[in-house]
Nanobody, 115 residues
Framework: QVQLVESGGGLVQAGGSLRLSCAASGSIFSINVMGWYRQAPGKQRELVAQITSGGTTNYADSVRGRFTISRDNAKNMVYLQMDSLKPEDTADYYC?????????WGQGTQVTVSS
């Protein structure tokens, strides 16, 4: 079993920054993909960014150049540095871990960007 716990959400003004963290525990294998997804009210959940255990990253076009994903494999942590935040970044942000065909989700953390 795998548990994911997000932290770092909150309220920020447009142009500001936030850093999300996700702590993974349980049966974590060395090869996996960790990522951040978000879901705004009335919208589908969408990929924000993901990173493989080898460090390869992928970003949604809407956040590329503003957000940076990173991970610490020794600590089973993944981070999302969010800069130049916009009101349209307002959403619940979820941590996701994928390994060997299994998908795990965190409970989410809320990010609100005021204009």
């Amino acid at each position: 079993q795998v548990q994911l716990v997000e932290s770092g959400g909150g309220l920020v003004q447009a142009g500001g920054s936030l850093r999300l963290s996700c702590a993974a525990s349980g049966s974590i294998f060395s090869i996996n993909v960790m990522g951040w997804y978000r879901q705004a009210p009335g919208k589908q959940r969408e990929l924000v960014a993901q990173i493989t255990s080898g460090g390869t990253t992928n970003y949604a076009d809407s956040v590329r150049g503003r957000f940076t994903i990173s991970r610490d494999n020794a600590k089973n942590m993944v981070y999302l540095q969010m800069d130049s935040l916009k009101p349209e970044d307002t959403a619940d942000y979820y941590c996701r871990l994928a390994q060997y065909g299994y998908i795990y989700w965190g409970q989410g953390t809320q990010v609100t960007v005021s204009s």
